[in-house]
């Protein structure tokens, strides 16, 4: 159920935007437990200009490089959850490419179960 959002700098290869959401995915069915094959993404490219993370805010160094991931989700994982899915996420993003954990922006987006369509005009979770 979840959309993810996952914007970064343009001029990385396919494969790079491809891995990013494959780890992404893979976060959310291991630690948010989302169920398989609900894989939902949006991955966008912008100029250099059009991405602005501040260099330093709570004294994190970030680059240009810098990627945003935003996801919109049901309510109701703990904040144990959200946390380890932050460090998992970050810490799966440098292993597998090299991102530096400072250029990892996430945020989460928690909505009520009757606000999803996923087609034909219903609301399939609403009771």
Same mark, same amino acid.
């Given at each position: ?22 780890? =992404? +995915?893979?976060?959310? =069915?291991? =630690? ?13 490219? @912008? ?25 919109? %989700?049901?309510?109701?994982?703990? /904040? ?8 998992? /996420?970050?810490?799966?993003? @440098?292993?597998?490419?090299? %991102?530096?954990?400072?250029? /990892? ?19 399939? +979770?609403?009771?």
């Amino acid at each position: 159920m979840p959309l993810a959002r996952i914007d970064l700098v343009q001029g990385k290869s396919a494969e790079y935007r491809r891995t990013i959401g494959t780890i =992404v +995915y893979e976060a959310m =069915v291991d =630690v948010l437990m989302v169920p398989k094959n609900d894989r939902f993404q949006i991955i966008a490219e @912008h100029p250099a200009d059009a991405l602005i993370a501040d260099e330093n805010y709570l004294g994190i160094r970030r680059t240009q490089d810098c990627i945003f991931i935003q996801l919109t %989700l049901n309510a109701g994982r703990t /904040v144990e959850q959200k946390k380890a899915f932050y460090k998992v /996420v970050a810490d799966t993003l @440098h292993a597998r490419l090299g %991102l530096r954990p400072e250029d /990892v922006f996430i945020n989460l987006i928690e909505v009520q179960k009757e606000n999803w369509s996923f087609g034909i005009g219903i609301a399939q +979770y609403a009771e």
